[in-house]
T-cell receptor, first 113, second 114 residues
């Protein structure tokens, strides 16, 4: 299974943008990049996903490197409610067992008021 | 639309006992996955069900088993509980099956084995 590497923790100031990096050097051409976040005492929450092109939604933006070996989740204006553990995962097609959705340890984001 | 509902929210069992955890998937979702999350770690994939059949399994022993029902709800059964089985058990649903769709997770069942 393709692995992802993320920093253990990051810190941001409230109202400032946050860029959360993820390395996935062994990504295959059919793997989608997904991001989830987990707030304390809750299950993970879907944030965004993409394949090759950058993606935007109401929660965040996803910037994918041209070689797809890394990606960055962008929170445009961090709020205290964004303090969570952020997981970057890869999901491949069923034929390669991609449905397993392997989670790493994630990045714990601290937001300072 | 309703989200994913798990029951019970908390549970205490004794080593060697059996436990059944339940999950109601989000309306319209036909795929259910189960995860085990130990304290301070990311979720670990247990197995996935699609149309009432298991179609993928992580590195968990056979004493972890499951079911999916025609209404797409699901159960996770764990036999011969061990102390290391203490964890948050998460259920996630999605539809349709495939890597281009996100999962909706429940809030989990906190299992403590004593």
């Amino acid at each position: 299974d393709a692995k992802t590497t993320q920093p253990n923790s990051m810190e941001s100031n409230e109202e400032e943008p946050v860029h959360l990096p993820c390395n996935h050097s062994t990504i295959s051409g059919t793997d989608y990049i997904h991001w989830y976040r987990q707030l304390p005492s809750q299950g993970p929450e879907y944030v965004i996903h993409g394949l090759t092109s950058n993606v935007n939604n109401r929660m965040a933006s996803l910037a994918i490197a041209e070689d797809r070996k890394s990606s960055t989740l962008i929170l445009h204006r961090a709020t205290l409610r964004d303090a969570a553990v952020y997981y970057c995962i890869l999901r491949g097609p069923l034929s390669t067992g991609g449905f397993k959705t392997i989670f790493g340890a994630g990045t714990r984001l601290f937001v300072k008021a | 639309e309703t989200g994913v509902t798990q029951s019970p929210t908390h549970l205490i069992k004794t080593r060697g006992q059996q436990v059944t955890l339940r999950c109601s998937s989000q309306s319209g979702h036909n795929t259910v996955s189960w995860y085990q999350q130990a304290l301070g770690q990311g979720p670990q994939f247990i197995f996935q069900y699609y149309r009432e059949e298991e179609n993928g399994r992580g590195n968990f022993p056979p004493r972890f088993s499951g079911l999916q029902f025609p209404n797409y709800s699901s159960e996770l059964n764990v036999n011969a509980l061990e102390l290391d089985d203490s964890a948050l058990y998460l259920c996630a649903s999605s539809s349709p099956i495939g890597q281009d769709y996100g999962y909706t997770f429940g809030s989990g069942t906190r299992l403590t084995v004593v």
